[in-house]
């Protein structure tokens, strides 16, 4: 299984950003598809999943950050707009088959990209 993740940069405060996480073929169907973000010395964190066609996000990033299914392109995005500073952090894409209950979790994801950076200035 691989994940690649792109499309990181560095934007201003208040700007948008579109993460993509390619996911190899053959893999992505029957999966769930994770993106979680770490800061330099926090833990790595939650940001949302799409799990069986549904999506979850941390509540602190609902209405700013928006996941996208492409299955034709094996391909997840994560729309991020009105970002903040405290949104800078490398974000992860990972695949596994969480339940409900673990779906913030890290651990219940099995494979993961390489990250991308996302810097945003104030």
């Known amino acids: 299984v691989q994940l690649q993740a792109s499309g990181g940069g560095l934007v201003q405060a208040g700007g948008s950003l579109r993460l993509s996480c390619a996911v190899s073929?053959?893999?992505?169907?029957?999966?769930?598809v994770g993106w979680f973000r770490q800061a330099p010395g926090k833990e790595r964190e939650f940001v949302g999943a799409?799990?069986?066609?549904?999506?979850y996000y941390d509540d602190s990033l609902k209405g700013r950050f928006t996941i996208s299914k492409e299955n034709a392109k094996n391909m997840v995005n994560l729309q991020m707009n009105s970002l903040k500073p405290e949104d800078t952090a490398v974000y992860y894409c990972?695949?596994?088959?969480?339940?409900?209950?673990?779906?913030?979790?890290?651990?219940?994801?099995?494979?993961w990209g390489q990250g991308t950076q996302v810097t945003v200035s104030s």
């Open positions: 990972a695949i596994g088959r969480p339940i409900i209950s673990t779906i913030r979790s890290p651990s219940a994801y099995g494979y």
């Open positions: 073929e053959g893999t992505f169907s029957g999966y769930s």
């Open positions: 799409v799990r069986l066609g549904r999506t």
